[in-house]
Every structure is written in C-alpha cells, then in structure tokens.
C-alpha cells in the first residue's frame, strides 16, 4: 500500500507545456521555439485542435501517459468553435462598461439547461432577432457541459473512448446546442470540444461536448488547456474580454473529474482534482507569470465539499475570489465554485453579489453569478 | 479549559534488537495530533471501548518464528499504511497539504503496523497466519462487494474490484477491531452529522474510516502487547506519543 502510494507521486505531476504547431519548450526557465515537431505525426488530434479556431493557444500535460490518454479522447471530437465577436447591435454597444459586467458559471448538462429562457429571466437579455438587444451591463457566460451537433465532428476511431450520450432537454424549448444558442443571442463564443457525446448521431448530427465561454463583450486571446488526465479528458476555455481604459478581464471555464477509479482514489490520496488545477494553473502563469491580468476562474469543481483542498488552493491562488460558501448547486453537492484576482488590472468584485440562482432551468446544477465593477 | 491527553504506545524489544537500536544510537519517538472533534470523539470512544481483543486467554503457550516475524513485518506494515491512507482520505482532503497529509498519516499508520506485526510474530505465529487468513478473507469479501456494485455505477473498472480486495484486507488484517471501529464509526459520523450543520455527509464516512482505523490499530497494538512480555526496565522501546487535544 505504502508503494502504491508513494509511486503515485510519480503519476501525479501536473507539469504542463504549450502544444501545437509550434511547440513551445521550457528548458530550464528557457523557453525556446520548436517549428513542427515531429509529436504532432504522433498524435494525429493536435491537428485536430487548429480546425476553425483561428489562434487558439493550445497547453497540455507533459507527461505522456496524460498526452497519450488525451490523444486518444481528442480523436472523437470536431473543432475548435470561436466567433470571436457578438452580433453586430448599436443598442448593446453602447452600454457602457462601467456600469457593471456580469459573470454566470453553469454547467448545463448537455442541452438540459435553458440558456435562452436563463438569459432572459435572469439577465434580462432578450434572444429574439426581432427585438432590439439590450441588458443591464454586459455579460460572461462560462458554460460546462456545453453541446455541439455538426458534421465537423467526425466519426469515432475505432477502439478510442467515447462517454455514452446525454441528451438532456429543457422543460420548456428545443434542444439548442452551444453554437445555435450563439447564433439566436448574437454572443461571442469560444468552445472547445472535449469528448465525444455518444457515438452514433442524434437528429442534427454527430455531438461533442465540453466547455465554452459566451459574452455580449468581443473574444480576444483564445487558450484551450487540456488538464493532467484523470478519469476523463478536460479542456479549460480562456479567453480575455475588454474592460475600461484599454484593461482586459481574463475569463476561465473549468471542470474538473469526479474521480478516476477507487485504485486511482487510494494511490493519489484523493487528489486528482488537486492535479488537474495545479496543471492548469502552471498554464495560466505560462501565459501571465506576473498574476498581473485580473482573472476569473470559474466552473464545475465536482467538489463534494467547500473544504475540499482544491477550493483552498483555489483561494490562495485567486486571493481576491468571494468566500465559496456552502451552498448546493447540485443536489446536495457543492460543485460550482467562481474564483477571482485582480492583479494589476482595474477590476473588482462588487461586494454581496456573488449568490446563486434558485431556478436550476433544467440543468443537474444550478448557476452561480458574480458582478464586477 | 483544555489540554492534552498523552497516550504512550511501547514496543518491547529483544536484547538483540536492544543492541541494534543502541547501536544505532537514536530511538524515535512520533506524535500524531488528532485535531478534528469527531477523530476525538471516535479515538476515545474505541480505546475505552478496547476493541480488538480476543477475549480469550491462550491455554498453551505460543511461540513465535523468524518467518512469522518477517510475515508480521509485512502484513504489519501492508495493513497499517492501508488503514492509515483510508483513515486519513477524508480529513486530509480538507487541508491544504492534502496528499501529503495522506502520505504522512500513511507512514505512520505503516510505522505502527510494522511494530506490531514484529512484536506480534515474535511471539506468536499463529496470530500471524490468522492475520493472513483475515487478509485473505477481506480481500476476497472487498473485491465481491465491488463486483456486486457493477450493475448499479456509471463507471467501474477491474481496477476497482482490485481496490476493494486491497480495502478489505487491510480491514481483515485488522481484525475485529477494524470490523467494530468502522460501523460504531458510521454510527457516531451519521449522528455528527445530523447534529452538525457543517458536517458533509463524506465527512461521516470520514468518521466510519477513522474508527475502523483507530479499531484496526488498538487490535494489532493490544495483540502485540498481548502476546509478549512486559519490557525490562532497562531494555529501550520503541514509543509512540498520540498526544489528544480536549
């Protein structure tokens, strides 16, 4: 037993790296450009990743049973979705900035939650072509569990592993999945596939799933950062929008494992969600080593307790985050968890205004919101 | 009010192991504190309980072996970083140290069943073996649970049954200590729970697996001393300090 416990501290490094068609490669505190490595014949998903999404940055593990593992996930899923810009509306332009920006983490499990009908209760911003957009302040919505229907997705490789297929649907509606809801309420959008939804094609195609960022705001900088493989494969969506004074506010949508199998559970000590955060905050300070961008860390934990040590590391690394309270939003689990640090940007929280939303809108988890100024 | 309650756990040595560890010229000693009101609660409540003994007085007279003390060391060691991992999974994974935590309370839990498992065969094989059959016994009745779980989980993997086998013998090994430290330790974690509004319903498993640890250890421990003799006054020993904050 001690073995497999003292072995697992060799399989649980959470040590990343930039990946892509430039690999970038720390060496010793040195970072050097590496042109087309010969990885990416290795892993045919890499290629995969720069599909549509125009200048995504792409991170992962360097480990290679991790990049291994997640190779395998990446070949059942379609491209990257970035549209970088809202739909063109002078009346939503010219809200100004100031008087707020809303930030809503939801995971909504896989086209059960009502984006639309949250949208319009809850933000008062109203998805109809016809009628003029408008809303108390701009807005972020960081999405778990989004869905994506296309024939961009293709088929599933033979022997790789494909999660079986949800299709949850709202109480009242269709069934919309991430890029259609982008469409019908003229949002930027930033999504990054992670699995594969089932294997055989629903009514509008073949689906994949995984996280995704809308904003009434444009998307500038995208980065994907696959986290150290547990149970399943895990991709963070990070994208940045503009705040007053020429500033920029770093958003991030995460959603970590429930856990891996018992035997992973007793040889980590129960850390694999302490694994996939540490992964992906060495991606963010390769990206920002100063912690000087103001940032938003916010998603589904699968944390079974506020106490969890992934919510205290959490809160040590985004020092200016609300306290994470108590509070269910799934059953009688307190998964969904938002994070904040200022740095050096002109950000702030406004105090009292993280809380969560009692109508759930057809989701397994309920959203949780948070107003900065 | 306050203070701290000092328990002092000795392992006698041989005048043989008396010179080794003279030789070696340290003898350690190592503190565990116990900070959550609910391990307090279940640690005295299995000590005053003293869970884990036989019950019976052995007519004939038992001999040890050095296989057995070998075995001992072994199972000893398997067993108490087992129950020392588990017990410690839920209260670590709410500290900031988590792994490390685990690890930590895992070598200790291994330090203590290494002691007991020596002193054990030492003396009495035949407690050894009866530790490897309850082993066996465990990791069979582990991996059947999990097996029977299959149908009703969403994910389940061979490597499971495998974790449960590994569960379950620990559990054997600790005996009957093991058996009644878990399920009084369910009770008293359902119970905290109900009564406490911060308690999570894990953090009662978190209980049920501090009993069955500290049940598993007072068994190996009170059949350890059991079974040899009383130390000598000049002989060394080998000391554990559970210092109990109340």
Known sequence: MLVVIFCASCTVSHRMQPVGPRDVRSQAGAVAMVEGTAEHGEYPCEARREGEGEGVRWFGPQREPDRRALAAWCSGVGPVEFRPYP?????????????????????????????????????????????????????????????????????????????????????????LDIVQVAEKCGLALLYVPSMRNGTEAGELGREDRGSAILSTLPLTEPVAIELPFEAQRRVTVVASVPGPGGSELRLASVHYDVAGNILRVLGTGGSMRVRQNDGMTEALDLMDPERAIPIVVAGDLNTWSYRETVVQRMLETYPDSPPPGNEKTRGNWPPDHLFFRAGAGAFGLVEDSYRVVDDAYGSDHKARLATFY | MGGQLRIRLGVPLTEQEAALVRLVGRIRTTRVAIQSPAAILSFLLFLAAGPGSDGTVQAQETTGSTEATVAGAAMGLYAGAALGGLASLVPCNQTLAGISCVRTVAVLGAGIGLASGVTLGREDSDAIWDAYRRAGVGFLAGSAVVLALEPFVDRWSWADVAAGGVIGSSIGAGGSGAWIGLVLGMGVGAGLWQVIPSMEMPDAIGVGLIGMAVGGFTSWIIRAVDAGDSPASDLPVLQFDVAVPW
């Open chain 1, 87 to 175: 739909a063109s509306d002078g009346s939503l332009s010219s809200q100004p900035l100031n008087s707020g920006f809303t930030v809503v983490t939801w995971n909504v499990h896989v086209g059960g939650g009502d984006l639309v009908g949250f949208l319009g209760d809850e933000l008062e911003y109203v998805c109809d072509a016809r009628e003029p957009r408008k809303t108390k302040r701009h807005f972020a919505l960081l999405v778990q569990e989004a869905h994506r229907a296309s024939s961009s997705v293709p088929e599933v490789p033979e022997g790789a592993p494909a999660r079986d297929r949800i299709t949850a649907a709202p109480p009242d509606g269709p069934r």
